[in-house]
């Protein structure tokens, strides 16, 4: 994946645990990088490595470390010179799921090497929703659940969302419940 996102991780982990937990965590990947170059494609295994680092050095489960990097990319974005694209994104937390494609297609032309996840919205309500995901990598559900209660924060929206189908456990792709109200 592009360095960015190893990068958003880096920055999470120093923001939260501070700069000598994030050298331990380097270390426990096996990783000898010193800075991430957010436009440059790093094997996916290195993303992976940092996730069941910091998972093992935190004493935190990597489906947690997922989702609150999930959560945190969201911020992390916008304030990284992405704004403006999550602004056009959508005004509203239905809007926005159902332009996560087109959101990625748009990246697609500062990221050349793009591997975009698809999403997919059905059964949509005013208060709910089912979004499908795919992907052409493993393991990254619990991301999105950190992602969509990101996108929540962002909308000041209550989010209440389940995984209702998982390919973990045999179903050709991911699926979420989500149950949505916005603040007044
Ligand atoms: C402007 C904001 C965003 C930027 C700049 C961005 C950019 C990226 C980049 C660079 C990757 C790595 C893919 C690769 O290197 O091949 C990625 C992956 C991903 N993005 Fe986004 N993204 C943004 C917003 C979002 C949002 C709001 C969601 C919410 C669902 C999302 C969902 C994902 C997921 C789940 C992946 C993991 C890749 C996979 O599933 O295969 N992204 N994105």
Redesign the pocket.
């Known amino acids: 994946?592009?360095g960015?996102?190893n990068k958003a991780i880096q920055d999470m982990v120093c923001d939260r645990f501070g700069e000598e937990t994030w050298e331990e965590i380097k270390k426990k990947a096996q990783l000898d990088v010193d800075v991430f170059i957010s436009m440059d494609?790093y094997p996916d295994d290195v993303t992976h490595r940092l996730v069941k680092a910091a998972s093992e050095i935190l004493a935190i489960s990597s489906s947690e470390i997922l989702q609150a990097f999930?959560e945190y990319?969201?911020l992390y974005?916008?304030k990284e010179g992405?704004g403006e694209?999550?602004d056009m994104?959508g005004e509203n937390l239905p809007e926005?799921?159902q332009n996560?494609d087109s959101?990625?297609a748009r990246?697609g032309l500062t990221?050349p090497?793009?591997?975009?996840?698809s999403?997919d919205c059905t059964e949509i309500e005013d208060d709910s929703l089912n979004l499908h995901?795919q992907?052409?990598?493993e393991g990254?559900a619990p991301?999105?659940i950190g992602?969509?209660k990101?996108?929540g924060a962002r909308f000041n929206t209550e989010v209440d969302i389940k995984q209702t189908s998982s390919r973990e456990q045999g179903s050709d792709r991911d699926e979420f419940s989500i149950d949505y109200k916005e603040n007044e």
Not at 113 to 117: D, I
């Open positions: 994946m592009y960015l996102v494609g999930g990319w969201v974005t916008a992405y694209m999550m994104a926005f799921l996560l959101l990625h990246l990221f090497q793009l591997q975009p996840p999403f995901y992907s052409t990598r990254l991301m999105v992602l969509v990101g996108l």
